[in-house]
């Protein structure tokens, strides 16, 4: 991005801000090993709402994509995410789901996206994708990947899905990467457990340590 913003030179990756070689790359078939983390992103109007969960090495374990109505998508969110730990996009209609799901599971956390989160979030999945940290099968994800793009404007870098397209699954799994950044410092144990192991600080949330 900067030899293409400052030195004039074009992009092989025409505006694509993970690199078509870095994606192609990650691929890998879908693991077996139990979710660690998982990545929501919440369908607005037509888009759909997809789910990521990495394992422990940050591969691709389940991919879940659907359109449901809210009720229906809260009680699949909920069965899915369990006890694991989970950052959910609590954007607009988003924000009162993921206050809905955090009565019951204190390990799920809303993200906000802006313009600025949201480019923080993207330049996160680049590193992860160009250091080859990550793994996702060919599909839907990869394909979202591929079409991805960037544009700057005044107040910074632009990230979106061509017009008419969706970046649903490229939300998802940004934000299941975002989390497993979170989540290595964090151990998820019952309240009773933590009680009697340590005295929890004032303001921390209750089963984290």
Known sequence: MFRELYYAEPSDDQGNPFGIE???????????????VWGWDLAKYQDWTVGVGLDA?????????????????VSAIRGLVGGT????????????????LQRTL???????FSPTSKQRLMEGLAVAIQHEEISYPDGPIAQELRDFEFAYTRTGVRYSAPEGAHDDCVCGLALAV???????????????EEKQTQVVPQGRRAGWR
């Not at 994606?23 to 879908?30: M, S």
């Not at 989540?183 to 144990?189: D, E, K, L, N, P």
């Open 22 to 36: 870095a994606i192609e790359k990650c691929l890998g078939p879908v693991s077996a090993e139990p979710v660690a």
């Open 85 to 100: 730990p989970a950052l959910i996009d609590s954007t607009g209609v988003g924000d009162p789901i993921v206050e809905r």
């Open 106 to 112: 204190p390990n799920v956390q809303g993200f906000l």
């Open 178 to 192: 975002q989390m497993r950044s979170k989540a290595v410092t964090m151990s998820w144990v019952p309240v009773e």
């Open 57 to 73: 090495s940050e591969r691709v374990s389940v991919f879940e994509r659907f359109q449901r109505p809210w009720e229906e998508t």
